[in-house]
């Protein structure tokens, strides 16, 4: 495509299964593996829910992975998440540990510097492959992103009107909730239920005020992230009361209690209106809906290393 056309277009065998998936790879000229420079950061950028490898926006990590001189990748790990194979399965996971073990083959890679980013399906993918793969990343930026797919099923169906996410889910997990063999697959398939796994990992958690409103996926799904990793990294009294989550999925606005998280950070494109820390964890409420702010996004993960 040509939004596209500074990177190039790799297949990668997978090692799970032997399918091939298409990527787009850049590797700036320092890192070239003929040339002399130092070993560069490494971003994994992934796609959205409802999108591949080809998605438009994909190009914003690109852009900025350009202006700083990282290596960039952008994996397909099975695309759209509505059949079985995709939506945080082995497939989907080896697929993006696939991508970076072909992006270390292929440039100089700063081991110490692989850095993973998404935001809605993407966030959700970035938080599988956080508890998934905790000893691959120096940091993990995951923005609106779904933390658990029967609660997602639910407020998708129930919304007015419906989104039709709850069906890719069904497509994904083999129907609705409500059976052992359906349950036990949203629950191996949800983040919330293993991030214990991620403890000493560095996350950063954004998700924007207005989600669940003027967007698809609630707030609570990025706040109770928070809470398991909060908890696993030691820092239990750090956890966002589930009151206060309440308040601001039904109010849209930060609890009177909590307004001393209103933090200032310059060049940020939305205000911050809640922002706590637990250990190498941090969450972050802007005033916005379902979006990320990539340059944000950026700004953190350069300055975390392993």
Known sequence: MKV?????KVEIPGTKDGAVQNAWFWVPPAADLKAQGAAAPLLVGLHTWSADYDQDSGVGYLKECQKGGWVFIHPDFRGPNRRPE??????AVQDVLDAVAYAQRHARVDEKRIYLVGASGGGYMAMVMAHRAPEVWAGVSAWVGISDLAAWHRECKEAKPPRGYYR???KSCGGPPGTSATDKEYQQR????????AN???????AGIHDGHTGSVP??????????????????????????I????????????????????????????FRRSAGPVRVTIFEGGHEIN?????????????
């Open 4 to 8: 596209w056309s500074d990177a190039k």
């Open 86 to 91: 995709a939506c945080g399965s082995d497939l």
């Open 168 to 170: 890719d889910v069904e």
């Open 190 to 197: 949800s983040p919330l239920f293993h991030l214990a796994a």
């Open 200 to 206: 000493g990992v560095r996350i950063d958690l954004n």
């Open 219 to 244: 707030i609570s799904h990025t706040l109770r992230a928070f809470n398991v990793l909060a908890a696993a990294n030691g820092c239990g009294d750090k956890k966002v009361a589930e009151s206060d």
């Open 246 to 273: 309440e308040f601001m999925i039904k109010e849209q606005k930060i609890p009177a209690s909590l307004a001393a998280g209103q933090e200032d950070e310059p060049g940020r494109k939305h205000k911050i209106l």
């Open 294 to 306: 990539v340059r944000c996004a950026m700004d953190w993960l350069e300055k975390q290393t392993r």
